[in-house]
């Protein structure tokens, strides 16, 4: 996170911003709560196949509360294969300058998983989802891998957390550790298509910022 983060990744979302700094990347959403135009989404600019472990220290910088707005890890991104939006989901990039969350979730084959999540009426959530949605007023239920963690009291502005992702052999587990104590999330996806390659994305609703240091990504690739 502190050499020129466009050499491993590309933003979607006109007004965020990324700064590289000697302690990690600062990535910042736009700055009005209930606007399209505020969220972003950072990718990878690598492809990933096979199973995947995702890892890296997490800070919120932000204090939202005021309203909803989460933190999403997005896994093995591709597009559904249309013509707008094709496999190769840089192709379709300049379709997400504002990044609706619309977007992504009726037009990409992904693993998403939601944490440092705020909001007036809930809060405090982790939870998985595989997209695409069937349609758009069904997102939330056609999309989730129950369970939900409700009442997850981490993720304090502040405070930093060393996150695991890992998806192997139809689980997925997310896991984060602050002063040697774990919290551990974990799902099976035997029951939803399978994702198998494609690229890793940080996405920030609006008015969101955080730091990610030491981000390392690895895969294996199915014996064959």
């Not at 700064?19 to 736009?30: A, H, P, Q, R």
């Not at 379709?92 to 705020?118: C, D, E, G, Q, V």
């Not at 939870?127 to 056609?142: G, H, I, L």
Request: charged share 20%.
């Amino acid at each position: 996170g502190s050499s020129s983060w466009r050499e491993k990744w590309f933003v979607e979302g006109d007004l965020a911003t990324i700064e590289n700094t000697g302690n990690g990347m600062v990535f910042t959403s736009g700055p009005t709560p209930l606007d399209q135009a505020s969220h972003a989404v950072l990718w990878t600019n690598d492809s990933f196949a096979g199973d995947i472990k995702i890892e890296y220290d997490y800070t919120r910088l932000d204090d939202m509360t005021e309203a909803t707005s989460v933190n999403i890890l997005y896994i093995q991104a591709t597009g559904t294969g249309s013509e707008d939006h094709p496999s190769d989901i840089s192709m379709s990039s300049h379709l997400r300058r504002t990044p609706w969350m619309k977007l992504y979730f009726m037009n990409m084959n992904l693993i998403h998983i939601s944490y440092a999540t705020t909001g007036p009426k809930r809060s405090n959530y982790v939870a998985a989802r595989r997209y695409p949605a069937a349609t758009r007023e069904s997102f939330a239920e056609s999309t989730l891998v129950e369970p939900i963690f409700e009442n997850v009291n981490i993720f304090a502005p502040g405070d930093t957390y060393h996150i695991t992702a890992i998806k192997q052999n139809q689980r997925l587990k997310f896991i984060a550790e602050r002063d040697g104590k774990q919290n551990v999330f974990e799902w099976d996806l035997s029951e939803t298509p399978d994702v198998s390659s494609g690229r890793v994305g940080f996405r920030h609703m609006w008015a969101r910022s955080s730091l990610y240091q030491n981000i390392k990504i690895y895969s294996k690739e199915p014996s064959k």
